[in-house]
């Protein structure tokens, strides 16, 4: 298993006890050891996250919202900026919209201009796919491929590797073909289904982490998630930092 010394925790896994105590959730998070998180809809909770983030002494490199469903994106940049987020991550765009390569075309020039919004805020702007832009194809190539050819170069991708292989794609071909387009990737387990409930703890579950892991470019954000689980969410998320850093047995 190669281990990951620094990875980050999305921070929707534990969306529901973030929302009975803000402060407490993160304390719990830094207490299992975790250095790095990743915000979702950051922007309406900049205050609370400010607080928290100074008083766990964690930080936020990578963080998800919509970019591409607000009409005004530069309270986006400035919230980003203020709480030392460097990378901003649009986290879903509708399966509809992923069947032809003039809608893919579309998509991108959308991510390019935010891209270059951001820029003005030394922000990088970066697109997290979910199964459906794998399980796509058009002339017998993912969807994502399409997106990836009409990127700026300076738009990055998170690659999701759970809903990559869900979608039909190897996820350590897929890291080892992008390269180093790829900033960011999330680590997920469970059964490779679309039921999120199957998800697990990394490495309880049939992806092969440590191939993922090592195929991912030097410099990328791991970042832990799980959409949903039956079991103990809490321990899920202790258990996969324990995993990936080498503290419990692989």
């Known amino acids: ?22 402060a407490g959730t993160m304390d ?16 309406a909770a900049a205050d609370e996250l400010e607080k928290a983030l100074a008083a766990t002494g964690i930080s936020a490199p990578s963080a998800h919202v919509g970019l591409l469903s607000v009409d005004d994106q530069r309270p986006v940049f400035e919230a980003a ?9 649009d986290p879903h765009v509708d399966r509809e919209r992923w069947t032809t390569a003039e809608d893919i075309a579309r998509t991108a020039e959308q991510l390019n201009r935010a891209a270059a ?31 990836v050819d009409a990127l700026d170069p300076g738009v990055v991708l998170e690659i999701d590797t759970y809903w990559a292989q869900v979608g039909g794609a ?6 080892t ?8 990737i999330h680590i997920k387990d469970g059964d490779g289904s679309l039921d999120t ?27 832990v ?23 419990v047995s692989s």
Request: charged share 20%; aromatic share 8%.
């Open 1 to 22: 298993m190669t281990i990951l010394e620094n990875p980050s925790l999305q921070l929707y896994t534990l969306r529901d006890a973030l929302a009975e105590d803000f």
């Open 28 to 43: 719990r998070v830094a207490a299992m050891g975790y250095r790095q998180v990743e915000p979702y809809r950051f922007v």
């Open 81 to 89: 900026a203020r709480l030392g987020i460097g990378i901003v991550i």
């Open 117 to 147: 919004t951001g820029a003005e805020f030394g922000i990088t702007v970066g697109y997290h796919n979910h199964h459906f832009e794998l399980e796509n194809r058009i002339d017998n190539r993912f969807a994502l491929d399409l997106l």
């Open 170 to 175: 190897d996820p350590v071909e897929l890291l």
């Open 177 to 184: 073909r992008l390269g180093e387009r790829v900033a960011a």
């Open 197 to 223: 409930t199957k998800q697990v703890a990394v490495g309880a579950g049939s992806l092969p982490i440590g191939d993922i892991i090592a195929a991912a470019p030097a410099g990328a954000i791991g970042v």
């Open 225 to 247: 998630e799980l959409d949903d689980t039956s079991g103990d969410i809490l321990k899920a998320v202790a258990d996969s930092y324990n995993y990936l850093t080498g503290k």
